[in-house]
């Protein structure tokens, strides 16, 4: 055989098996190209296609035929999706947002796995900041919040009441809202039960008439106590009204007895359940209070006990509207 010959013969069989091999100048996205690229049965690495069927490994994945599955949200297959080369599964660069997304993460460019911590901002997808290990939402940099807290990562969230995780509050603990426990300090502290009630200035029982005060509630279970006296004046409809307002979550009760030492006290409530204070003074609760006293006397003066408890272990300020 002539040495010509011998070298055309070996040009045409290293050709084929290029081909047939998915190598060569395959283009990833000429159906020209995916033609002669054609195997026994499928189609070369690199090639476009839209069934696994189609290639020679098995995998068709981002639109060609990859030399694996290449289905984790930090790896691509084609150059579009981040890939190296067309058909060789590679890891993403530091940054991509994955596919499906690892929002609020990005892509670390090491793993083909979304991140679930961060080291700095640039591990992080759009609008969010590396904080407490945790991509977040916001900067999250005052006392008693975090973006770790177990079951709302990447969100800041206060601490719950009484706890301090990171020693910011010098023993007195988080109050549950973001900040160090709140201090009791509303008036007629302590006025923890119906003895020790608050006393406020006194009112008539024309509408125009009436007062509020300003509370804290310190956690749950903390309960405040004040009292003022109604007094019954010609013309005017004898009725308690209470309300409560804040970021609170309360229980609020008022008492009510008529000041005739001899009379007896009875209510409706046009507003709220019925209810019985100490001492066996009736009253009415519910988020606002309406009552309407009834005092067997001639004189319908009476003496109201409010008291407000909160449901809730946060700190709660709050307003006390009433009027008789």
Request: aromatic share 6%; glycine share 16%; hydrophobic share 25%.
């Amino acid at each position: 055989m002539g040495k010509s010959k011998s070298v055309g013969i070996l040009f045409l069989l290293c050709t084929a098996l290029v081909f047939a091999c998915g190598g060569g100048d395959q283009g990833a996205g000429s159906n020209a190209d995916a033609t002669a690229g054609r195997g026994d049965g499928g189609l070369g690495n690199g090639f476009n296609c839209a069934e696994h069927n189609q290639c020679n490994s098995g995998f068709c994945s981002d639109g060609v035929c990859c030399s694996s599955a290449c289905d984790a949200p930090c790896d691509a297959c084609s150059v579009e999706k981040g890939a190296t080369l067309p058909g060789v599964c590679a890891v993403v660069s530091v940054g991509s947002p994955g596919n499906p997304s690892c929002s609020p993460y990005a892509c670390s460019g090491i793993d083909v796995q979304c991140p679930t911590s961060c080291q700095g901002s640039a591990d992080c997808g759009d609008g969010t900041q590396c904080v407490d290990n945790r991509c977040c939402d916001s900067a999250c940099d005052g006392v008693c919040s975090s973006c770790a807290v177990e079951g709302s990562e990447g969100s800041c969230t206060p601490y719950e009441f009484g706890t301090d995780p990171e020693d910011e509050c010098g023993g007195v603990g988080c109050n549950g809202m973001g900040d160090c426990t709140c201090n009791d300090d509303g008036p007629g502290e302590p006025n923890e039960d119906q003895t020790m009630a608050h006393a406020m200035p006194g009112i008539d029982d024309c509408d125009g008439s009436g007062s509020s005060v300003q509370g804290v509630l310190t956690g749950a279970s903390d309960k405040d106590w004040y009292r003022f006296n109604g007094e019954d004046t010609f013309s005017c409809r004898e009725d308690v009204v209470v309300s409560v307002s804040g970021d609170v979550a309360s229980t609020l009760c008022v008492y009510v007895k008529c000041m005739e030492d001899s009379g007896s006290t009875e209510v409706t409530c046009d507003e709220g359940s019925s209810a019985t204070g100490a001492g066996g003074f009736p009253g009415c609760c519910g988020n606002s209070v309406d009552i309407s006293p009834d005092c067997s006397g001639t004189d319908e003066a009476i003496t109201v006990y409010i008291s407000l408890e909160s449901t809730e272990a946060i700190c709660s300020p709050y307003t006390i509207t009433y009027h008789y």
